[in-house]
């Protein structure tokens, strides 16, 4: 596609309910990186793809937290058991290799009630 | 691990206005960007920039990455123009790590 696509843009869900939030890389970029933003803060890194092996998980919170990119195209990040501080926006971004420059989705703002 | 630093932390300015954001950044870097989030919360590409000088329109940036710093200029301010500015950085790794952000109003 022309850009990083992400869905859904907005999600609403209950303490303890499993969610799965899903991005669609620009078409041809290896590179697949997941970033969480809390209101008024900058973006903290989650988890790299090269591909569709995780390159570096080591942003992930918890184990509660899963992403996988099965054909090294889309990716879908997991969240099990949320909590009401997983409430944030999430971001993917794409790029052509790793230190290449990143383009970013529209966000998923997760809202955990 | 890299720590990044942005100045000022807001701006206030009247539209025409010209201004310079500064992001200091603690080690050598392999990918240094300026990100633009607009009010929808939409990360928008400035500039790609790890090292030198370059030019879009009214905004121009500066990295100097012996002195590990990068400056982005912007000139005759638009009230679009609002927001707030992000510089990241990438070393050794993959990751990008995020300024706290300047944010940029721009008054009619």
């Known amino acids: 596609g022309a850009g990083v696509s992400q869905t859904p843009s907005n999600k609403v869900t209950e303490k303890g309910k499993y969610v799965e939030l899903r991005c669609d890389p620009i078409s041809g970029h290896t590179a697949l990186y997941w970033y969480r933003q809390s209101l008024g803060q900058g973006p903290e890194f989650l988890i790299y793809?090269?591909?569709?092996?995780?390159?570096?998980d080591s942003g992930l919170p918890n184990d509660r937290f899963f992403a996988v990119r099965p054909e090294g195209s889309v990716s879908t990040l997991k969240i099990q058991r949320t909590e009401r501080g997983d409430s944030a926006v999430y971001l993917c971004a794409s790029s052509l290799t790793g230190y290449a420059e990143a383009f970013f989705g529209q966000g998923t703002r997760l809202t955990v009630v | 691990g890299i720590q990044v630093e942005q100045s000022p932390p807001d701006l206030i300015l009247q539209e025409g206005a010209n201004s310079t954001l500064r992001c200091n950044f603690s080690?050598?870097?392999?990918?240094l960007q300026w990100f633009h989030q607009n009010p929808w919360g939409q990360l928008i590409n400035l500039f790609y920039i790890p090292s030198g000088t370059k030019q879009n329109g009214r905004l121009s940036a500066t990295t100097v990455a012996t002195e590990r710093y990068s400056l982005l200029y912007i000139s005759s301010s638009q009230t679009t123009d609002s927001g707030v500015y992000f510089c990241a950085v990438g070393g050794s790794n993959y990751q990008l790590i995020w300024g706290a952000g300047t944010k940029l109003i721009i008054k009619p």
């Open positions: 793809f090269q591909g569709t092996g995780a390159a570096d």
């Open positions: 080690d050598s870097v392999n990918n």
